[in-house]
């Protein structure tokens, strides 16, 4: 079954970190480029960062330059997202996508 499966999400303090990690199963991410987005409620889902296949460059949304890092780690089929000085304005679900495919979401939460 082709499928991503996103978690690390949680409840954490302004100026916190997590660490999110999306995992495939039925195809191999090394493949692809791999984005990861996020939804607050109310708001319209977002892109946050993306890393590209061919040669790994990344990017990163202005609100996010600095303080989160993607990175991708082929030997486990993962592509992981690091959030550090986590901000309120941060909560949502955070997702991963490659291919088209969308995983079910984990919810980030930054509040004190």
């Known amino acids: 079954q082709v499928q991503l499966v996103e978690s690390g999400g949680g409840l954490v303090q302004p100026g916190g970190s997590l660490r999110l990690s999306c995992a495939a199963s039925?195809?191999?991410?090394?493949?692809?480029?791999i984005g990861w987005f996020r939804q607050a409620p109310g708001n319209e889902r977002e892109g946050v960062s993306c890393?590209?296949?061919?040669?790994?460059?990344?990017y990163y949304t202005d609100s996010v330059e600095g303080r989160f890092t993607i990175s991708r780690d082929n030997a486990k089929n993962t592509v992981s997202l690091q959030m550090n000085s986590l901000k309120p304005e941060d909560t949502a679900v955070y997702y991963c996508?490659?291919?088209?495919?969308w995983g079910q979401g984990t919810l980030v939460t930054v509040s004190s």
């Open positions: 996508n490659a291919r088209g495919i």
């Open positions: 039925g195809f191999t991410l090394d493949n692809y480029a």
């Open positions: 890393i590209n296949a061919s040669d790994g460059s990344t």
